[in-house]
């Protein structure tokens, strides 16, 4: 059985290979993603195409990673919040620079085939987990 930090796993290494849609398959079709600027993307949908013009353009051979392990508590046994720090690097880039470090908070769901699905996604800059 899948966990959540198997869907944690999957959504960074996703990033990594620079995947969009692999990105944006750990969402749910109606997920809400916030992005360090406010900026809301609504839908699986938009997550994937946003990324993939990240992963094509400016965020090209970045990678993820580099926080310390996911803090997850159970709301109830099938959803779950989950906060995670790390943060971009930009390609070459062996640490997470300062101004790129970021805490992540994210609500999951079990979906029927019990697979942990995000749901909603907030990435802040700075601040520690």
């Known amino acids: 059985m899948p966990t959540i930090n198997d ?4 959504l960074n290494q ?3 290979d620079g995947d969009a849609a692999a990105y944006a398959a750990t969402f749910t079709p109606d997920a809400t993603y916030i992005v360090f600027d406010g900026t809301v993307l609504r839908g ?12 094509n353009g400016p965020l090209r051979g970045s990678s993820i990673g580099g926080g310390p ?3 997850v508590r159970h709301v109830r046994p099938d959803v779950a ?13 062996q ?4 101004d790129r470090a ?6 999951l769901v079990a979906s029927p085939d019990g697979d942990w699905l ?3 996604f907030q990435n802040t800059r700075g601040g520690a987990q």
């Open 102 to 107: 970021s805490v992540i908070s994210l609500v």
């Open 95 to 98: 640490t997470v620079p300062a």
């Open 118 to 120: 995000i749901t909603a």
């Open 7 to 10: 869907t944690i796993t999957r």
């Open 44 to 55: 699986r949908a938009e997550i994937e195409s946003t990324h993939r013009f990240l992963f």
């Open 14 to 16: 996703a990033w990594n």
């Open 69 to 71: 392990a996911p803090s």
């Open 81 to 93: 919040h989950a906060v995670i720090g790390g943060g971009v690097r930009i390609d070459g880039q």
